[in-house]
């Protein structure tokens, strides 16, 4: 196993530089310049950057085909577990730092052993605690958010939340009391619930209306836990719409948003976006994005993409400007990220086994972002966007549109301005081509 005193990565000298579109060196940023101002904010406070802890230090890019295949010493099962805790921590940090971002994020067991009982999980989790938090002290790296794993352990099975056994409900609850206090303490922006496991296999065994009660009497004790330890920070559900169930109960921004309007949650949660479980549920990243801004339940985004040919989650480096830029877009329209980040919630490819091959992600998709924040920019500057958008809408502004959406006309009301012929609409051009060519430019122009 690596000695803990050891760099992991000791041909990355320092923090991954700037170099320009015109740098040869495959170790340094093309477009992503931190301190780079764009719309009066630097890049890096627009983008807010994290490295997710679980894909890329604590997976050794096994498939359910096959093991592992990456250089991850700790995750020897032969090595002794704290011993093996300590020097992932370290490769982390060392990472983050070359690396040059300011967040990364995890879960309780992609940091700490699980023991044989909870008191003993959860002794194992405050000593490595203790270690990242002088890590982050050291390095500046901070928290952006931390989360509880629901779903690895058998007993998670059939639901954390959602568990017809009311005692793996309770377990459930203990490991995010403890994850929530752990994020709190290490100032962490955000605490995420990712519901894996809260779904169903087959609807022959399902209650839903009970499943659904449940999860909303946890988040309810979530909501009301984070007011007890005082914790300022941002809730946050991930939307997905399936695996590892057949079917997740917080499906799409939609369905989570009127999940918290059912239960009296509104305004307790927000959603953390992944992209590809935005195109698993068979809308694109985009609309997620918008969705949520629009309702105001627009939190911090999961930057990753699927693969069009494969129907799951492959968490691959996000890549797509043109994709990208449409999600930065909506971010900046609404007023950018408050507590939220990008968080490389990525994985490498199995055949990916150079040490270097985690920087090469990395590297390509916070420049894919830098760029798409500069075309996202550039169309609000030009307004391309937003006053096409005004445009198409402008007739709710004037008397008829007013009297409608204030509730003074009435269904005969409106009949009457029919039957009389004062209305009679023309249909008017929606001219999404024109967009669609100004958005493109907008891309090549940056
Ligand atoms: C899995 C999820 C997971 C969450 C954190 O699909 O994306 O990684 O982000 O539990
Ligand atoms: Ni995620
Ligand atoms: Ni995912």
Same mark, same amino acid.
């Given at each position: 196993m690596a000695n803990i005193s050891t760099e992991f990565f000791p041909e990355v000298p320092g923090p991954i530089g700037f170099g320009g579109l015109d740098s040869s060196d495959p170790l340094s940023f093309k477009v992503y310049d931190p301190d780079r101002l764009v719309l009066g904010k630097s890049m890096a406070e627009h983008l807010r950057i994290a490295v997710c802890y679980w894909h890329s230090f604590n997976w050794a890019g096994s498939d359910v085909f096959g093991e592992g295949t990456f250089d991850r010493p700790w995750l020897d099962p032969a090595a002794e577990p704290m011993r093996a805790a300590h020097a992932k921590l370290d490769a982390a940090f060392e990472f983050f730092a070359k690396l040059g971002v300011p967040y990364f994020c995890f879960h309780d067991i992609d940091i700490a052993p699980q023991g044989d009982t909870f008191a003993e999980s959860a002794r194992n989790l405050e000593v490595i605690v203790e270690a990242a938090e002088k890590a982050m002290a050291a390095t500046g790296v901070k928290l952006l958010w931390g989360t509880a794993n629901l779903f690895s352990h058998p007993r998670f099975a059939a639901g954390a939340a959602t568990n017809p056994d009311p005692e793996v409900f309770a377990y459930a609850a203990a490991q995010v009391r403890h994850m929530m206090e752990i994020t709190h303490r290490l100032g962490g922006e955000n605490y995420v619930l990712w519901g894996g496991r809260e779904g169903y296999e087959t609807l022959l065994n399902t209650d839903l209306a009970r499943e659904e009660t449940q999860l909303a009497r946890f988040l309810t004790l979530v909501a009301e836990h984070k007011r007890d330890i005082g914790f300022e920070g941002t809730l946050l559900l991930e939307p997905k719409p @399936?695996?590892?169930?057949?079917? @997740?109960?917080?499906?799409d921004s939609a369905t989570v948003h009127g999940f918290l309007e059912r239960h009296g949650l509104a305004g307790e949660y927000k959603v953390n976006i992944e992209g590809n479980h935005a195109t698993l549920a068979g809308h694109s990243f985009h609309h997620e994005v918008t969705y949520a801004v629009d309702h105001g339940i627009f939190g911090s985004v999961d930057a990753n993409r699927g693969d069009p040919q494969n129907g799951w989650d492959t968490d691959q480096f996000p890549n797509s400007v043109e994709e990208l830029s449409l999600v930065l877009f909506e971010i900046l329209r609404g007023g950018g990220f408050d507590t939220g980040g990008f968080n490389f919630d990525t994985k490498l490819r199995r055949q990916s086994l150079d040490r270097h091959d985690l920087f090469h992600g990395h590297i390509g998709g916070i420049d894919a972002l830098a760029q798409a924040l500069l075309v996202a920019a550039r169309l609000h500057e030009e307004a391309t966007l937003s006053s096409a958008r005004a445009d198409r809408y402008a007739d709710w502004d004037g008397p008829l549109g007013r009297a409608i959406t204030g509730g003074e006309a009435t269904l005969a009301s409106l009949a009457e301005l029919v039957d009389d012929g004062s209305i009679d609409p023309a249909p008017r051009s929606g001219r999404q081509e024109l967009l669609e060519n100004r958005v493109n430019q907008a891309i090549w122009r940056s």
């Open positions: @399936q695996e590892p169930t057949k079917h @997740q109960y917080d499906y």
